[in-house]
């Protein structure tokens, strides 16, 4: 069976895939003239995820790729059938044979992530044209996160946010607040004129801490989240917006 072309755009069953794995050791979407490993910063942050990677938390993965803005191929369980999809955080875009946003939402709740490896792609504008696909292949990541935030199988905080610490809307990498409607639109406009705690802010109509957990790890992905902590001996939260020198610190 011939390895896939990124600019296919017809999405492999799970059956052929796992073949495909047991075959050759690759999902067949990396190139292979491409770097074999991930870097091995990104990869060890990756293996602390054991228990969450196996579970296949692609929130938690993309936090991570978010964090040390690595490029990542991630093959994602979506239904029966496998989506690829190259994270570049740098370049805050993702390239996917196919839009994201047609996967349904019922089976972003049971997304699962099969591989992590090195990006098959280079993104647009790179030197190494010839691994550049086409550019409609590529679209901006921000959306993507929110989806995957709000509708994918996570639905508890994630542990950069987590703990005893208020939360702010700030504008995001766009420089503006997302759009988003009914009572996740209207949590994000109170957030922006006050500073809450999970436990308030799973209060307010229309919300629960489940609601609230999803939103916060939206915001948070995609640089609209200020995290304020209420104890003195925290960390800084790390934040990753591009262009984020000087913006949207976390104050203790």
Known sequence: ?????????????????????????????????????????????????????????????????????????????????????????????????????EASVNGLASLKVLTVEPPGVKPPGHWMHERVAHVDQYRPLVPLLWSMALHGPRGNVLSEIGGRSNYRAVNGLDGELPKVTGALGSAVQRLRRESSSLRDIASWPGMSVERANRLLNAMYLSGNLMVIRTQSTAPPRPYFGAGSAGKNKTRR
Request: aromatic share 8%; glycine share 4%.
């Open 1 to 101: 069976m011939p390895l896939r072309d990124f600019e296919d755009s017809t999405l492999w069953r799970i059956s052929a895939f796992e073949r495909m794995r047991l075959q050759t050791g690759s999902s067949g979407f990396a190139r292979l003239e491409g770097p074999t490993v991930l870097p091995t910063t990104l990869l060890a942050d990756l293996q602390n995820l054991q228990g969450d990677l196996f579970r296949g938390d692609v929130l938690d993965i993309m936090a991570v790729c978010l964090r040390h803005r690595e490029a990542a191929l991630m093959c994602l369980q979506h239904e029966q059938l496998v989506w690829p999809v190259t994270l570049f955080p740098s370049q805050m875009l993702y390239h996917s044979p196919r839009d994201m946003a």
